[in-house]
């Protein structure tokens, strides 16, 4: 993978600035932290994969998922909220890449039987929410896979030197033709405003049978 990056010490930067009242379109819905961990937020449902010695989709352990109950009806995006697993952890700056990293494709909506589709994902989290999660996280279960070929990452805002507990993602795909798509990225905090902006190029790489086994684009959901 490569990815595009030009490091500078955002908090000694001194130029322009202009403030363009973008926001997100549509907004996320809203969202009770407090009444997520509990699984009782009305629009969003809690998605935890706890790390096991052996785990092949380990990274997932790293972040605690908020995914919207019901999927975008746009079958070309993917958001959620997301945090540090580790109560004691919070983002910051250097950490945006992994939050970034942290997508299912959006070309997975388009199968309506994929385990992996946004409202298959939301589903299966309100099932565990109930049932409590099975012994052996599923793996990657599609019969196709997803390369990252680059990843260009703008922060437009530092984030606090302590850090920030939850932060908002929304993935969308413009278009996927001979095998790849385009992904763009916007990052947004709790209080509305826009952290960073990244623009990906990503593969699909079919493969033969079911998929069966395959730990997949880096052990996503």
């Given at each position: 993978m490569l990815t595009n990056n030009s490091n500078t010490n955002r908090s000694k930067t001194k130029g322009l600035s202009i403030a363009t009242g973008y926001t997100p379109n549509p907004a996320?819905?809203?969202?009770?932290f407090a009444a997520l961990l509990i699984n009782q937020d009305p629009n969003y449902i809690r998605y935890q994969v706890p790390w096991?010695?052996?785990?092949?989709?380990?990274?997932?352990t790293n972040a605690s998922f908020a995914l919207p109950r019901t999927a975008p009806t746009d079958k070309a995006v993917r958001e959620q909220w997301l945090s540090p697993a580790l109560?004691?952890?919070?983002?910051?700056?250097?950490?945006?890449?992994?939050?970034i990293d942290h997508c299912?494709?959006?070309?997975?909506?388009?199968?309506?039987?994929?385990?992996?589709?946004?409202?298959?994902?939301?589903?299966?989290?309100?099932?565990?929410?109930?049932?409590?999660?099975?012994?052996?996280?599923?793996?990657?279960?599609?019969?196709?896979?997803?390369?990252?070929?680059?990843?260009?990452?703008?922060?437009?805002?530092?984030?606090?030197?302590g850090g920030v507990k939850w932060l908002f993602t929304r993935f969308r795909m413009k278009g996927l033709r001979d095998g790849r798509f385009d992904l763009g990225c916007e990052v947004w905090d709790e209080e509305g405003e826009l952290v960073a902006v990244s623009s990906q190029v990503w593969m699909v790489v079919e493969v033969k049978g079911k998929g069966k086994g395959k730990t997949g684009p880096s052990g996503k959901l």
């Amino acid at each position: 993978m490569l990815t595009n990056n030009s490091n500078t010490n955002r908090s000694k930067t001194k130029g322009l600035s202009i403030a363009t009242g973008y926001t997100p379109n549509p907004a996320p819905a809203p969202i009770d932290f407090a009444a997520l961990l509990i699984n009782q937020d009305p629009n969003y449902i809690r998605y935890q994969v706890p790390w096991r010695p052996g785990i092949k989709n380990a990274a997932l352990t790293n972040a605690s998922f908020a995914l919207p109950r019901t999927a975008p009806t746009d079958k070309a995006v993917r958001e959620q909220w997301l945090s540090p697993a580790l109560p004691s952890e919070k983002w910051t700056t250097p950490m945006l890449g992994l939050v970034i990293d942290h997508c299912v494709p959006p070309p997975e909506n388009f199968f309506p039987d994929s385990p992996h589709s946004a409202q298959a994902t939301a589903d299966r989290s309100v099932l565990w929410a109930k049932e409590g999660p099975p012994a052996v996280h599923p793996e990657w279960a599609a019969p196709r896979f997803y390369p990252t070929i680059n990843m260009g990452i703008e922060v437009k805002k530092n984030l606090p030197e302590g850090g920030v507990k939850w932060l908002f993602t929304r993935f969308r795909m413009k278009g996927l033709r001979d095998g790849r798509f385009d992904l763009g990225c916007e990052v947004w905090d709790e209080e509305g405003e826009l952290v960073a902006v990244s623009s990906q190029v990503w593969m699909v790489v079919e493969v033969k049978g079911k998929g069966k086994g395959k730990t997949g684009p880096s052990g996503k959901l």
